[in-house]
């Protein structure tokens, strides 16, 4: 077994010539920055080279990123009531605080309850015809083969199902938005593969030539928030609602039912001022923090941080609190979810591998939900600036006079 | 100096009772779950404990997240011109593959220009008032005291500017968009401290009393896609555009300018009817990317993945290319940029502490006019659906025939 | 026969006492303004006031809106080739003479092709549930007995179809979308009278009952521009297209197809940067000429000038245009379009009565494709500001300088 | 003095041969339809060529729409309390008896505070630089000459007053946003003229050339919904609220405050859902009837027609209600205004001429706010469609049960 040395100190830094060490301890010969190469290069990421071989090119190395635990969240969801501890990753101060609290209220007023609604995932590539009718022509074609495409499917991938094929015309464009169902995985790459295999037959057998045609053309809405998602789904559509009794809310969140319903509709409109696309709190933190530690790809948070809240005030005098996510797309199995670290934050959810994916996605739901409950009891509170003023600064927290 | 074990085994277990890692290790003796201990919670993110102190809560210890380096990117800035290598924290193939590409081929083609245009970090408080007319009454009290309020600004932060004060009135709401600029920093702590004080200000001056009043209500669209931003600014407003001449788009992208535009009139179109904010192709990845490695809050990609891409034929035949990032919310100094991971990419990328903020602004357009150019391609010439399944697999990638 | 006089004058004032006129004149007495009483409610007015019974309450007589007629405008549409005048309702200078110039612009191109792709009209009641659980028991109950609806809908419509029912649910609530073809009407109060049927059938059977309902949540998209339709469709989903020839863009618009499609970059990304439902010139003028002059629901424009304007250069340097109109709300009978004025307008068009609608919708489209030649080529040759002084001051319009 | 006969019978066809008349019967002998022809061209509208030769080209006559009378509406506006009879012009059936159902509400609730709180009208051209670096220098130059431009308006417009102007850069497109107010004028074409002479001057002056420029650009927001008026202004930005007792709800819209709440929430968010620029149950119907009747431009109807209702339950257990309309474009001079129609609707209101285009925005705002009080009363008194089905077939209306 052949070795060499790269640089020129540390025995740890003998790594097989072959190897993705190898090739990344290369790299740094080239870039230089001894400090840098010290801290993304150190003795785990040079064992772990191999390891992220298929997730990443031109490796040089890792980047540590703190996770913070918060729970328990009880969540009533499909199958099963379970109490989820949550590991969340981001260095923004006050936010694992500020979900821990709101899992903890969720938790003490009897769990949310949780649901996944609809399920798709789209690959929407175009085809581009010589006129209006032409393209109406190849759409209807397209509309009568869907049979053969279905055929298709199960021999480009096991868990794939092929629910539903739509064409968009715009001019003398047709877009065929191609929705599967993905398994336990998030799929993007697996609607792809199976997209192209589908084109190729099109355009094989399509007696109506387009003149030129795109694998996808952003109808599919792939990591970017879209308007056409919100009564849909892309990914998993999961919905959490929960009762909040007064007392929670004025014990726990040191406000009132009805401040949190006048926060809610100040933030509704000003979100909807502002041009947001659904109106919320805030799904982005909650999301990107969870999908970051479970392995999961963090752009989509550019999808995914979209939905509604909505608080109501019951007949009792409590806090009616849902949160919908129309697309949470997140897997148990594929993408980074192999990978060590994502392992063990799934682990530590219970939800590592097949079978696990839905459940998954409920407890981003329960978790958006606790977030949205938290950060509009703090700013109803008056809790907001002070919480983060405290916690960014290493001082204990002290809740000062609230907002009224 | 008191120490202690916790657990039964290893001698690397020992942290100090008062420390960070003596409270993480207790919380893992609730946990349980040993292999994820091992994982998260390993000798570095031990050692680390007291690093994260302010940066998170409830810690556990650290996921890591494999890091690529593409490049060099030339851009042809604001003050200089410069090659940057980027480093990309993602666990997704085919990334930094792309983005890699994108880059030399800017960078052949003489380098993109950039500039920041705009600049400015918005706090919105939303002060409700009995009906309209009194409504009224408060928001010409808000325009007529503005300058009490600069005042005030230099006596809670050093760095931060109050750009302007705009009321925005629904009902009896009077929404007001202080807007600041916030230097080096991202900036929305501080415009929260700032504006926290001059609301307390102005519940203590205004004649007109407000019945109740939020911090924020979101029109200031914080971590949320909003189409306010588009003709506006967020963060900082940045631009980039290159000319690619002809045989760089045929040889390296393996397809012509002519499909390239063809491209981008049908994923403009496919965004639009998606109900997108902006067009573009695909903004998300290379941001979270770049902001997750360089210690940005990846919860912004929310925000900051919106924009437009625009592709141009020229007369000559060439390529013209460009984006446009409305919503950059960029650091070099505060939040999780000091920490060790993204102080070392910072480094790699010579962006490290004050006076680089609007720089890394630049570098984000970049990447992103990289990643544009690149996956854009793959959809002209073919490549995409190979690409990935090729680097997704671990295999060689060949390029196959092309999608005309 | 009796009769009575009202006010002191004119023998032309004698109506029956118990006519909509005798009413109108009563209304007069109370209102007094002599001189608008003379505009309004004159002679016609007087006489064609029962004609109105069905279509205003409190009558108090009509107003006039000129009219004038553009084209021959070419259709080459689904059933066949026709030439069409085009009436336009409108007070705006310069609206008919560039709604005319397009129009004819399109027939020396020989004419534009034009399909009706997708048809359907929603309503959309809204269930409230207990919480998350029982709403997705509800829906799911809905889901199971489409059946039972489809079978009610002719028991309360001969013209209407249903098309689908389809769940959305937020929260505890449960909207859900009836869409329907409507024949030859525009069609909403036919939606609304049978979605009212079934969800009284809903009400009696479901299992699950809701806390409260409403008929219609604005899920629809009734009179309102939404970004759902734009993939999708409300009303008629219409297309058109045309391939302009060099010199016909030269000759008669005074402009290069290269300039057109710079300007169609220009107003797409100025129309994404304001948060328009798609992009385009302006549907909004021809669409509200059209519908008011034939007795259309005008208000409607609200919902119906959303969609996408395309124009690309083609390989042999023409300029290819196309419209997508995915809400085109009109209809041949019912609502407005038997009242005198209407019905002439659509006898103008050759379309009045049963089995037009469809066609009606394809004059939508061309005028608007028409327009939309006609005002960009405007902006491109320079034309416009001069156009609009000159025909709004009745001089002759002199077309001078270009923009370049 | 020369005249002639067309046509074959009557001597009320004698026209003289220079007359706008006498071109419209040259027109109708081209087009035939004889009974389309007594309609459109009968005695009045030859009257009145004349009166329309500024308003419209290829006159052939005019429409008649049936207007009715809504109110009184009382408003408590800027300068007065006052009570308005509402000119209503439309073919919907139950749209004028629900308005005055709404406007009688508000009266007898002492009737609704209104404020126009923001003004300015946008032309929007858009320069083409050659690169992102020219581009910024170009729109730097821009932001130094604003007291050149500012110098040159009153040259244009005696009306018109430059407010602002702002460069959006996208690329390196330049697009500038020219905001003025303009007096009791609409103002679309004013700010077109004036907008034109400034930029012939930016073009003279300007060290840096624009490869090619448009006059407008789509970002005014101009005829189309668009997501950036709703925090800002295009026209006037009015708001109205009113505060409705609970016995008003109860014995005139015969629900409760409550269940108005609860359909709010319903609508609003079925509204976000479905893509709409702002939440509102239908500002449309009314707009359109309004505009309609007083000579403003119906088109303007798809821009004016966004914006947000708000209802919130008091303290006190009454129903408030706001609309805010951010997009009023009308005006009491100018356009259609002068118009035989138009101007008795205006002389009805008491708004003609000059110094009322404001008032006559509160007018708009009040208007609405009856219309959403009145649709939402009836969608959860259950009323809807039984009112819709009874007006449209001429029977007598009932109240049935409500929808709970």
């Known amino acids: ?100 609290r709101g899992a903890n209220v969720i938790t003490r007023a009897g769990g949310c309850n949780v649901r996944v609604v609809g399920e798709g995932v789209s690959r929407t590539p175009m085809f581009a015809l010589v006129d209006v009718a032409e393209a109406v022509r190849f759409a209807d074609w397209i509309d009568a083969a869907s049979a053969t495409m279905q055929a298709l499917v199960p021999t480009v991938t096991k868990h794939g199902r092929l629910q539903s094929v739509t064409c968009v015309q715009e001019g003398n464009h047709v877009y065929v938005d191609f929705r599967f169902t993905t398994g336990d995985a998030a799929g993007q790459n697996m609607v792809t593969f199976v997209t192209d295999a589908i084109c190729q037959r099109i355009l094989a057998e399509s007696p109506v030539k387009p003149r030129y045609w795109f694998l996808e053309a952003n109808l599919s809405g792939d990591k970017k928030a879209s308007a056409q998602t919100l009564a849909g789904v892309r990914g998993r559509r999961v919905i959490a609602d929960v009762v909040l009794p007064r007392p929670l809310v004025t014990g726990v969140l040191h406000t009132t039912p009805e401040r949190m319903v006048e926060y809610w509709y100040a933030g509704a409109l000003g ?116 919480a983060h003023h405290s916690l960014s600064r290493g001082a204990t927290f002290q809740r000062s006079q609230n907002s009224e």
């Open 271 to 386: 979100g909807v001022m502002s041009g947001t696309t659904g109106v919320q709190g805030h799904f982005a933190n909650g999301l990107a923090a969870l999908y970051l530690a479970c392995g999961q790809d963090v752009a989509c948070v550019a999808e995914s941080a979209t939905g509604i809240t909505r608080m109501e005030l019951t007949d009792e005098g409590a806090l009616y609190v849902s949160v919908t996510l129309p697309n949470v797309i997140v897997g148990t199995v594929g993408g980074g979810t192999g990978l060590p670290s994502a392992r063990a934050c799934l682990d530590l959810l219970g939800l590592a591998g097949k079978g696990n994916a839905a459940a998954l996605a409920e407890v981003c739901a329960g978790a958006v939900l606790a977030g949205e409950i938290s950060i509009i009891g703090a700013f109803c509170s008056g809790d907001f600036a002070r």
């Open 1 to 100: 077994m052949k070795t060499m040395t790269i640089g020129q100190t540390a025995d740890d830094r003998v790594v097989r010539r072959d190897s993705a060490a190898f090739d990344a301890a290369k790299r740094w010969q080239e870039l230089g920055h001894e400090r840098a190469r010290a801290r993304l290069f150190d003795r785990p990421a040079r064992e772990s080279a191999e390891v992220y071989r298929n997730n990443i090119e031109n490796y040089i190395g890792t980047i540590a990123v703190p996770v913070g635990i918060a729970g328990p969240l009880r969540i009533n969801g499909t199958d099963d009531v379970r109490d989820y501890r949550l590991p969340l990753a981001t260095t923004e101060a006050a936010l694992v605080a500020s979900y821990n």
